[in-house]
Nanobody
């Protein structure tokens, strides 16, 4: 069974840091780990950061300069380093990836979500 397993969420004070990880597991050929999104109750899921196969990144304006996305293709893992956290960063964070079963076939997958709460 293919899964995207997230970790690293939790409760942190404003100004603090967290590092999220997301790894693809199961019987896969490879995974193209694409990015992170977040969602708060009553709102649509929004893009936080994306990274392509070449390493080019894109960030939401609200997190530029504070968050850094990276990926390890050998480990089929994507990371999100979050610094200078603000209460408005509180959300459930989801990772997203294209998981390949063979060189030509893939499906889009989402992680189960990890809660990040920024509060004093």
């Amino acid at each position: 069974q293919v899964q995207l397993v997230e970790s690293g969420g939790g409760l942190v004070q404003p100004g603090g840091s967290l590092r999220l990880s997301c790894a693809a597991s199961g019987s896969i050929f490879r995974a193209n780990m694409k990015g992170w999104y977040r969602q708060v109750p009553g709102k649509e899921r929004e893009l936080v950061a994306t990274i392509n196969a070449g390493g080019s990144t894109k960030y939401a304006d609200s997190v530029k300069g504070r968050f850094t996305i990276s990926r390890d293709n050998f480990k089929n893992t994507v990371y999100l380093q979050m610094n200078s956290l603000k209460p408005e960063d509180t959300a459930v964070y989801y990772c997203n990836a294209d998981v390949y079963y063979n060189p030509g076939n893939y499906h889009d997958y989402w992680g189960q979500g990890t809660q990040v709460t920024v509060s004093s």
